[in-house]
């Protein structure tokens, strides 16, 4: 007889089953949360590579803008030729923002607006801004950067 067999490994309780279970969830759930692998400063716009044009100046109506779903970001044109760019997810829950009326850009989830002129949260629950994203304007073009 050997020393393992007088003494059996004790089965885990059914709460250490439970706690593993659900710590194997929370890690994968917060690993799905970060695989863009970007950091909140990060202004790369998922879906869309660096130089693609999105837009005619014409196309991003003055003390408004437009919104590219596939690409991820929200163009506005706060004043005459100023052209701004930020993600088009909302910093409350990640929801994609879908309407810019009256110079706000708005989230349909839990209704937060954002400033059209630099991203700021107009009325929450958003806690944060709407990231910038670079792009750029030549002639009537605008490009992500």
Known sequence: ????SLHP????????VVAA????GLAVALTACGSDNKSPGSSTVQGAAAGTELAKTSDIPEGGGKIFTDQGVVITQPTAGTFK?????CTHLGC???GITKGVITCP???SEFSVADGSVKKGPAPRPL???KITVS???IKLA
Do not use: L, Y
Request: aromatic fraction near 4%; glycine fraction near 6%.
């Open 21 to 24: 279970v659900g710590a194997a």
């Open 9 to 16: 490994v004790p089965a885990p309780s059914r709460r250490a």
């Open 131 to 133: 990231p910038a994203q």
């Open 109 to 111: 989830c839990h209704h």
């Open 139 to 141: 002639g009537d073009s």
């Open 85 to 89: 760019a930020f993600s088009s997810k």
């Open 1 to 4: 007889m050997t020393s393992e």
């Open 96 to 98: 994609p923002v879908t």
